[in-house]
């Protein structure tokens, strides 16, 4: 009986206990919202979360995440209103769909709030909710890109694993790669789920009816982790062209072992930390730099690694 | 249940109970109670955060809204014995048809908001009618709905388009009639004279400046009043309302005394599906375009709501106010706690110890008044 009492206050006070600390934390400095439209169970975005932490923390201001739980672009629109509605300096965030999202951004635009669009959408977007600029890596671009490298590496067909099918942006990657390459996507692109025993049995099911299959395009540490594993199990690893984008912990290890060729670097950490110095340095003394903020792509290979390796998932 | 009649008080079958009584065993209680707690709550933590601006409230009224035009839907249909997990995969497919037929195949959008309605309120039948048949649980029939309305929700944009982001329908919709009592707004100069007055806060710059940040009440929240009035009218002041008790308490006693319990349960089932479509609708119409993955988690979000609002899962037991006033607990706590600077991955820990106190004092509430064990 006591010790159920126990785990109840000490429930009752792990709950109870953010509420006090942000309420005190709330009294003073700018404060700036970032939104994602990532799902809960998206690991890569843990580097976000960093990010803004180190950001709020060097330039002393206020600094919150938010995101929709499923992935729903519908409620992530919400969650901007609802960012505005609270009246903050600035909002950064997300722009993956830009028919549901553009609404609210611009909505809080015009309510005073200073808004940075980071990671999805393109600069020409950005300019037209009116946002002060856009930081990020187009990705259809860096699809484009890492296309044509593999090209010129000797790739002629490819398997590209979705794990975000829903975000349009993800799509645009596999297009790019395969405009890139100058092969049509046609069936080549899965729709892998995010759960990683579906991913690799889906990837080994892929990789057993298409044995001509070149290379592999993953999406990032979600679809790449459990793509190692799964040619580890079929004995292609080393052996087929493995590209991703992204960085994280098994990834690097790829790159390193020899398995994954290059990972695609949009540095994530950028995303998150220059909007908030940016803003803050806008909102202080009025400098703002003249131009959107291209934080990737930048391909990782094998040569100079040891950095990457450090920081993977935390700060790279 | 609740329309017990007390003019006929000298019939000796009607056990005769004060008013106050009567007051306290309605269903909705806790949902009322509830609701002032979470309100109460929210002025001393987040009073000053921006929540109870004019955009604030938009912002938690819109997701209450939402919340109870499945509600609705969900709680007849569990007061009449029966569960539908298939609403969130509804919602997503229903807004997927209308986004396909309106954009994809060119199709006046009146037209393709009647015939997504048409095919969803069928899918709703068919549920309903393999449940009477089969005597499955419907817990399994509609799961397996969830997952065959979710996949082709998304291999149809997958196929025909090759996206899962259909966009387009909001210039597809405009100028249409039918589109306008879904997606648009309602008492917009009535709000531009709130602004006037700065009543409401207006935009300070921008093509709108001037305008206020509320433009108007929008046709969600209006739908969302519109079905808790015919759903609780339907419950509690027809022939067809004691059906529906009658149905999900006792189907059998219900059978042989008249109730079509079958044709109740399977009406049910349509009606949810109807108010999932609603929902999705209203959701393309503001949005201006579809996603595969609209509406995932929302069939739980909706029994939530139910359940708060004091309904039983075994049926037989529950209200539509209560329902509402569970979608206006479970949408002002989910944004609220956003207001109260509360960590953002915390938030469902504090809904989970909500729904569970919730739960528990409607239990504690009806056995203490009602004396039942």
């Known amino acids: ?316 | 249940m609740s329309d017990a009649p007390t003019q006929f008080a000298e019939d000796e079958r009607i056990k005769t109970r004060s008013k106050f009584r009567e007051a306290m065993i309605r269903p909705e209680l806790g949902g009322i109670i509830g609701t002032i707690t979470v309100f109460a709550m929210f002025l001393i933590f987040a009073g000053d955060s921006g929540m109870f601006n004019s955009q604030g409230v938009m912002n938690w009224s819109q997701i209450s809204a939402q919340f109870m035009i499945i509600a609705v839907g969900a709680c007849l249909l569990m007061i009449a014995g029966e569960f539908d997990l298939s609403v969130g995969s509804m919602i997503g497919f229903a807004g997927m048809l209308i986004a396909i037929f309106s954009v994809t195949l060119g199709w006046p959008v009146w037209l393709a908001i009647l015939v997504t309605f048409a095919i969803a309120t069928a899918i709703g039948a068919l549920n309903g009618f393999i449940v009477v048949r089969t005597g499955l649980p419907s817990f399994i029939v509609t799961l397996a709905f969830l997952f065959i309305l979710r996949g082709f929700a998304i291999y149809l944009p997958q196929t025909i388009e090759r996206k899962t982001i259909i966009g387009g329908v909001a210039d597809a919709a405009e100028g249409d009639w039918l589109a306008a009592l879904f997606g648009g707004k309602i008492l917009t100069g009535l709000f531009q004279w709130f602004g006037d007055n700065g009543w409401i806060a207006v935009f300070e710059r921008g093509t709108r400046k001037g305008q206020p940040v509320v433009e108007g009440l929008p046709m969600l929240i209006v739908w969302a009043i519109l079905l808790v009035i015919i759903g609780h009218v339907i419950l509690t002041k027809t022939r067809f309302g004691n059906w529906i008790f009658a149905a999900g308490g006792d189907a059998e006693a219900a059978r042989n005394s008249g109730v079509p319990v079958n044709r109740v349960k399977i009406l049910m089932f349509m009606f949810t599906a109807f108010c999932a479509t609603v929902f999705a609708t209203c959701q393309v119409m503001e949005f201006g375009g579809a996603g595969s993955d609209r509406g995932l988690l929302k069939e739980f979000e909706a029994i939530i709501a139910v359940v708060i609002g004091g309904a039983l899962l075994t049926g037989g037991y529950g209200s539509v106010l209560g329902a509402a006033l569970g979608a206006l607990i479970f949408g002002v706590v989910q944004q609220g706690l956003f207001f109260a600077g509360v960590e953002s991955s915390l938030f469902r820990v504090f809904l989970g110890l909500i729904l569970l106190f919730a739960v528990i004092l409607n239990t504690y509430i009806r056995r203490v008044i009602t004396g039942e064990r």
Not at chain 1, 113 to 127: C, K
Request: net charge negative; hydrophobic share 40%.
């Open chain 1, 1 to 316: 009986m006591t010790s159920i009492f126990k785990t109840f206050m000490l429930a009752t006070t792990v709950a109870a206990a953010p509420m006090m600390l942000a309420t005190a934390a709330s009294a003073e400095g700018e404060k700036y919202i970032l939104v994602s439209h990532a799902p809960d169970s998206d690991s890569w975005w843990n580097t976000i979360k960093n990010g803004i932490a180190l950001a709020g923390e060097q330039m002393n201001v206020e600094v919150e995440y938010r995101n929709p739980p499923t992935g729903d672009l519908a409620d992530m629109a919400r969650i901007i209103e609802q960012a505005a509605a609270s009246g903050p300096n600035g909002i950064i965030t997300t722009l993956s769909d830009y028919d549901v999202l553009s609404g609210p951004i611009k909505a809080a635009v015009d309510s005073g709030v200073d808004v940075i669009i980071m990671n999805s959408g393109t600069p020409d977007q950005a300019r037209e909710v009116g946002a002060l600029m856009y930081v990020g890596q187009p990705e259809y671009d860096a699809g484009h890109a890492a296309g044509m490298r593999a090209k010129a590496d000797g790739v002629g067909s490819f398997l590209c694993v979705n794990h975000y099918i829903s975000s349009p942006s993800s799509t645009e990657r596999c297009q790019g790669f395969a405009d890139g390459l100058g092969v049509d996507l046609g069936d080549q692109m899965i729709d892998s789920g995010q759960d990683p025993a579906e991913i690799k049995n889906r990837v080994l099911a892929y990789l057993n009816t298409n044995p001509e299959t070149d290379a592999i395009l993953t999406l990032g540490p979600t679809s790449a982790d459990p793509t190692l594993l799964a040619l580890e199990e079929n004995g292609m690893a080393g052996d087929i062209y493995f590209g991703t984008f992204d960085l994280g912990e098994e990834i690097v290890k790829g790159l390193k072992a020899g398995v994954i060729n290059w990972g695609i670097d949009q540095q994530p950490f950028l995303q998150a930390y220059l909007p908030v110095v940016v803003l803050t340095n806008y909102h202080r003394y009025g400098v703002l730099p003249g131009n959107n903020i291209n934080s990737g792509p930048g391909f990782v290979t094998k040569d100079g690694l040891e950095k990457v390796e450090e920081f993977a998932g935390e700060y790279r």
